[in-house]
């Protein structure tokens, strides 16, 4: 089945997105110009806010996975372009929504939306993007794509009402962490996936693979992404350090803590992450607890489990630049905590 | 075509909703039923939001409009029932966010759900309604079906984005009022009404005469219910009166009463709607400027005028027990002001 070479490259080079973003260079000048010209309205709200948000832009990685899966996967039309956008409308529906849910300040390092138009607006242009997002599935007009990304909604919704519930409960275990962050961010990285392998009419096992791959390199990537809220500087992550604490939001890091502490510690955090009593140095306080019980670096080990995984679903595509710029893309997600 | 009877019925009896209520009972049950069904999830905090909202149920008009609408075209399937439904989750998502939008205290009657449950929860158990209700159409398997109820969906959030736009605008005009009643109302009652002649297979003229139907009894149905917020009982309407006026939105009444005043009344506009300085008495005062020009009878007066349009839009119709139930709903729309 073809040459096979050793795609791993250059080992010393630290891990980057560049090889994705380079392969979908193209395709994603497209995607982003069809987001341009639907997310519009005669409702000039609409695309100033939507334009901040989808400008701000992110690092457009889930677009990115439909549009690589597709061509990995040998497709050769262009309809992944548009399923693409429709992935990134569901994105931004979400984090406009999460803003809102979250009262954070920061969002890829500038003001968030609801801090500059109100939660109100950040609610209906939500909504308006996701609607939006449908009519673009429709226009697709494939019911598989439509049941695919209808229940990845509902699912994500379904995980952002878990992680409200869980917000502030010490108890959280490390199950119930791991379902809230499979639905809220691993479901979508699956679908963006999936779509790929499906739009390309593959069979069953390489859409699954696809699916597989997404959920795995989601669940690493939103492990780490709890991770840099306790680690990162801001000015690289581009979104305020200590928001996670600030919120009581029970992320992996301080379940690990919070379970291998003593009473003593336990006390910290119930007083600060549940009763959301906290006063200065607690936050210090908190990163020294979670270095004393290595919950950082144990959470990045436990994202490195999901990314191996990850990995071997892609084991059944043969070697294509695509494999190989996802497995630098598994390495980058978890090599970014560092 | 049929023996043409009269159907006007008894035109001493007050117009009410019980001779579309009767005719639908049986299917509503079924839409209700599966609304039930469909709202659940393994996260209990959903059914018990949405079951809060759902169960306190208001008049379930739009899944209504799609069943009698269907059966008034001749349709026997059972396709209209998950439509329906799919029509009732659409509308109770927009309500859980516009709930958020206005911080209003009641929702018919009831503590409105986020007062309850907070703001976040809100937002997100209306989306994943938002989703279930893509889901159901889905598995309907129309792509038209799709079409029309996304792109209804897009419409009304960008009628919900004008009406935060033109709130506390005292320059708002009628026209600008019109414009976003009909997005963010009639849109959803028009694409309500428009499903039910496509699932029943008639052709193109009766699908627009439906659309048309719904379209302007939504607008009716708005005005009236904006001005039943200066005029109604508490008690009769299951509302907070004054609600509109507390938060400066600038419905018809309003739009009147400034257009059609001196100088001091646009004074006493600006300060209460644009600044929303309100002190104890002004809405009895704005009641009082209302009375003076007019407002609340003229606003009748215009609704009446859409439901005359509503009504002939139902001409081409054949005289059925719908037609007649439809008619008496155009009534009942109005005459509930008084």
Redesign the interface.
């Known amino acids: 089945m073809g040459i096979v070479v050793s795609l791993d490259g250059d080992r010393g080079r630290k891990p980057s997105l560049d090889p994705l973003s380079e392969l979908v260079a193209e395709d994603l000048k497209a995607v982003n110009e069809l987001i341009v010209q639907r997310m519009d309205?005669?409702?000039e709200?609409?695309p100033q806010l939507a334009g901040h948000i989808i400008a701000a832009g992110g690092k457009r990685l889930r677009p990115m996975l439909t549009l690589a899966s597709a061509r990995m996967c040998g497709y050769s039309g262009t309809r992944h372009v548009a399923l693409a956008a429709c992935v990134e409308f569901l994105h931004t529906?979400?984090l406009l929504?999460d803003d809102?849910?979250d009262e954070s300040d920061l969002r890829r390092g500038l003001a968030s939306a609801n801090t500059l138009w109100g939660?109100?607006?950040s609610?209906?242009?939500g909504?308006?993007l996701?609607?939006?997002s449908?009519?673009l599935?429709?226009e697709d007009?494939s019911?598989e794509m439509?049941?695919i990304l209808?229940?990845a909604?509902?699912v994500?919704?379904?995980g952002?009402?878990?992680q409200?519930?869980t917000a502030n409960d010490t108890e959280t275990s490390e199950t119930a962490y791991l379902e809230v962050i499979q639905s809220k961010t691993a479901q979508l990285f699956a679908a963006a996936c999936k779509i790929g392998a499906v739009v390309a009419e593959r069979p069953r096992i390489e859409e699954e693979a696809l699916d597989s791959f997404g959920m795995n390199l989601g669940i690493a990537f939103q492990m780490i992404d709890d991770v840099l809220d306790y680690s990162a500087k801001q000015a690289t992550l581009g979104k305020s350090i200590g928001d996670d604490f600030k919120e009581g939001k029970m992320s992996l890091p301080v379940i690990l803590s919070f379970r291998r502490g003593d009473d003593e510690d336990r006390a910290f955090w119930r007083r600060t992450v549940e009763d959301l009593d906290q006063n200065e140095g607690d936050f210090e306080h908190a990163l020294h607890l979670m270095e004393k019980h290595t919950a950082l670096e144990d959470s990045v080990e436990r994202a490195r489990h999901y990314g191996a995984i990850a990995r071997d679903a892609l084991g059944l595509f043969s070697d294509r630049a695509e494999k190989s710029a996802f497995n630098e893309l598994i390495d980058f997600c978890i090599e970014r905590a560092y």
Chains 1, 2 share one sequence.
């Open positions: 309205s005669p409702v709200l609409i529906a979400t929504h809102v849910v939660n109100k607006a609610v209906l242009v909504d308006f996701f609607s939006r449908f009519e599935m429709v007009g019911l439509l049941g209808s229940n909604s509902a994500i919704a379904e952002e009402v878990m409200l519930i």
